[in-house]
């Protein structure tokens, strides 16, 4: 990847921002409308953290990571604090590598 292609992509995205900003401007968004831009970094973020837990490369894989996001999955539905979810599901990554 060229730094080139780079800097063309940073100013492609300042550029989409740029434009949304000249055509919204100060009107505001239905609610509708809101309520989903909300949600979109979260899906986001989920779906590459599914893809890099059940790929690799091109294959479906179900291995030790898939144990450690489940562990983290748990530990964050119980309400566990950042770290301590993190730090969970690399420790059950972790012990299910060492154990396979």
Known sequence: MSWTFVLVLA???Y???VLGLVIVGD???PPVIDRCLALIPAALVAALV???????????????R??????AVVAAWRKAPLIAVIAIGAGVTAIARAMS
Do not use: E, I, Y
């Not at 599914?50 to 294959?59: A, E, I, L, N, R």
């Not at 898939?66 to 562990?71: C, E, H, K, R, S």
């Open 15 to 17: 550029g989409f921002k």
């Open 11 to 13: 100013a492609t995205a």
């Open 50 to 64: 599914m893809k890099d837990t059940f790929s690799s490369g091109q294959q479906l894989v179900l291995d030790a």
């Open 66 to 71: 898939a144990l450690g996001v489940g562990a």
């Open 27 to 29: 009107r505001r968004l």
